[in-house]
């Protein structure tokens, strides 16, 4: 067996897992990372980065039928799914050779195999046949194993008909019809690309609204987006049978209605990484779900053990698990820092995009803010007219008595990139006087932001109230 040592060990080299590691190789910490598959993880390999490769094709399409309002005519088009596939592949491996690149440069170690804990301080990785054959000595030690999409009863997961967020972007072929189990933020991106391409999708959703977690004005507006596509969706209905036939699968619904779909999708939420993994012998805590219980600087119950990502289940977001890598790499070099997550902004790539970041108008007065909110559409913008990205709007969500910036929603062109106009000036703890403020350029998108941080104020210009 191979014995090697480190300051720290990293077991998982997601994007919890490498950014810590690259963080703590700055900080002059001797770093090893146990992965048994590639680097990058789910959301490189299986998730953010390709998904949004497929979600970039379907833009394009929406761009060429829309052409023509441009005075652009386009005949017709006929979409390669075997080289969008290629390209969606390309794009992963570059990224992926890219983060090997980054471990050389900062001397991080890579071992391939599956981690476990053998120790408080001591890490083994298994090869293939659950042998171990190499055991990591280290000071300290991050977990960053990720979660994983499981099967729902009726559904069992197969890799071929039935699909998890794997499976279906390896498919060889665009399917006539998909069923989605699930109108969250996975369902409903997976919606808007494959109607896109040309499926017949369908959701199912349990709750009384698809993207139950966005303000409920903006899950209205992509409600309406979908079904335009032509997405027809189920709100408050479970599946409670499903029988396999020559083309398909017919699902037989709660209120017994049959949906027949050749593919099916299930997206409905993801469970931690954490069997097998070691932690009951070493003594870790974990909660009734399985995830792993840390501390305001992601440290568990075990001194030098830390865990970050989607294993401690707070937002399953890979920029919120690098985020977290950041902190326990800086806190195990001895900087004592404390997570917070007041403001953290995340975007859905559904077409219109979402951005969101901190509370919205709901949740600020549950919490006894006095709240007051500005909003602006995209109608009212020059830059939304010019490229034909109307639909939408722009929220803004305040305190009125401090001016302090509490939240904000948005929904239409490039809402991804300008939600983190509002999450710099929440970081900064602008009030929303300074954002209003702000001379913004002309014409540009951006100035959407400034007009609803006016409108709080009541001093939108291109708003009439």
């Not at 390309?90 to 391939?112: C, E, P, T, W």
């Not at 036939?245 to 990484?273: M, Y």
């Not at 929220?395 to 929603?409: R, S």
């Not at 400034?450 to 009439?464: F, K, P, Q, R």
Request: proline fraction near 3%; hydrophobic fraction near 40%.
């Amino acid at each position: 067996m191979e014995i090697k040592n480190a300051d720290l060990c990293v077991i998982g080299g997601g994007p919890g897992g490498y950014v810590a590691a690259i963080r703590a190789a700055k900080l002059g910490l001797r770093t090893i990372v146990v992965e048994k598959e590639f680097l990058g993880g789910t959301c490189l390999n299986w998730g953010c980065i390709p998904t949004k490769a497929l979600y970039h094709v379907a833009e394009k399409i929406d761009e060429i039928k829309k052409s023509n309002i441009f005075g652009i005519s386009v005949p017709g088009y006929s979409l390669d799914f075997k080289k969008v596939m290629e390209r969606k592949d390309k794009v992963v491996i570059a990224q992926r050779q890219g983060l090997s690149y980054h471990f050389k440069k900062n001397n991080i170690d890579l071992v391939n195999g599956k981690g476990k804990l053998l120790s408080q301080n001591s890490v083994g990785v298994e090869d293939a046949s659950g042998q171990v054959k190499t055991r990591i000595d280290a000071k300290n030690i991050i977990i960053a194993t990720g979660s994983f999409a499981g099967s729902v009863p009726p559904f069992i997961l197969d890799g071929k008909d039935i699909l998890d967020n794997i499976g279906i972007l390896s498919l060889e072929q665009i399917p006539k019809s998909l069923l989605i189990v699930g109108g969250g933020v996975i369902g409903s991106e997976f919606a808007n690309i494959f109607s896109t391409f040309g499926s017949e999708v369908t959701i199912i959703e349990i709750l009384p609204r698809i993207l139950s977690t966005e303000d409920i004005e903006v899950s209205k507006v992509i409600f309406k987006s979908l079904e335009k596509k032509g997405v027809k969706i189920f709100i408050n209905t479970t599946v409670k049978e499903i029988k396999k036939g020559v083309d398909g699968f017919i699902c037989i619904t709660n209120d017994g209605q049959q949906i027949s779909a050749e593919k099916i999708l299930i997206s409905v939420g993801r469970k931690p990484l954490t069997n097998d993994l070691g932690l009951k012998e070493v003594g870790i805590e974990t909660d009734a779900k399985g995830f792993i219980v840390v501390d305001q600087y992601l440290k568990t119950n075990i001194q030098n053990i830390y865990a970050v990502g989607d294993v401690i289940g707070n937002y399953q977001l890979a920029h919120v698990a690098s985020f977290e890598g950041k902190i326990a790499a800086e806190n195990i070099a001895g900087q004592n820092k404390k997570i917070n997550y007041k403001v953290i902004p995340w975007a859905v790539f559904t077409s219109p995009e979402i951005g969101t970041v901190g509370l919205n108008e709901k949740q600020a007065k549950e919490k006894g803010y006095n709240v007051c909110f500005g909003l602006f559409p995209f109608s009212n913008s020059g830059k939304a007219y010019i490229t034909g990205e109307t639909e939408g709007f722009i929220k803004i969500v305040t305190d009125k008595d401090t001016g302090e910036i509490l939240g904000a929603q948005m929904v239409g062109p490039r809402c991804s990139d300008l939600v983190h106009e509002v999450a710099v000036a929440m970081q900064g703890e602008m009030i929303i006087d300074n954002l209003a403020e702000t001379v913004h350029s002309h014409p540009t998108l951006s100035e959407a932001v400034m007009e609803a941080a006016e409108d709080c104020l009541g001093l939108a210009t291109h708003i009439t109230r």
